[in-house]
């Protein structure tokens, strides 16, 4: 069982940053054999996957949305994976979420119902 605590997030202005933090804490199965995702939702809109991580971290994706200003990684040493959220606008307000599945990390945006393992969201609000 992988259990993953996030923890960052808060209020910043607009074109500010943020480092969101994924920690995984297993009794069973690797965390650094998961790849590992970050999804957002905004209240009444659908949940969108910002980026993913592949379990070596050498395969990285990101939604068009957030390409040139987010950044995903990974440290398996800490089994950890990070968000950075630079020059933040008004939309990327959301509850953001990770998570780590068995999937491979390009298909992380593509897969309904994805079965994994979910942090408990934290909030992200950009103010204008």
């Known amino acids: 069982q992988v259990q993953l605590v996030q923890s960052g997030g808060g209020l910043v202005q607009a074109g500010g940053s943020l480092r969101l933090s994924c920690a995984a804490s297993?009794?069973?199965?690797?965390?650094?054999?998961?790849?590992v995702g970050w999804s957002r939702q905004a209240p009444g809109k659908e949940r969108e996957y910002t980026a993913a991580?592949?379990?070596?971290?050498?395969?990285?994706y990101y939604a068009d949305s957030v390409k040139g200003r987010f950044t995903i990684s990974r440290d398996n040493t800490k089994n950890t994976v990070y968000l950075q959220m630079n020059s933040l606008k008004p939309e990327d307000t959301a509850v953001y979420y990770c998570?780590?599945?068995?999937?491979?990390?390009?298909?992380?945006?593509?897969?309904?119902?994805?079965?994994?393992?979910w942090g408990q969201g934290t909030q992200v609000t950009v103010s204008s």
């Open positions: 998570v780590a599945t068995g999937n491979p990390a390009y298909a992380i945006a593509t897969t309904t119902e994805l079965r994994g393992y």
């Open positions: 297993d009794s069973g199965p690797t965390f650094h054999s998961y790849a």
């Open positions: 991580v592949s379990w070596s971290g050498g395969s990285k």
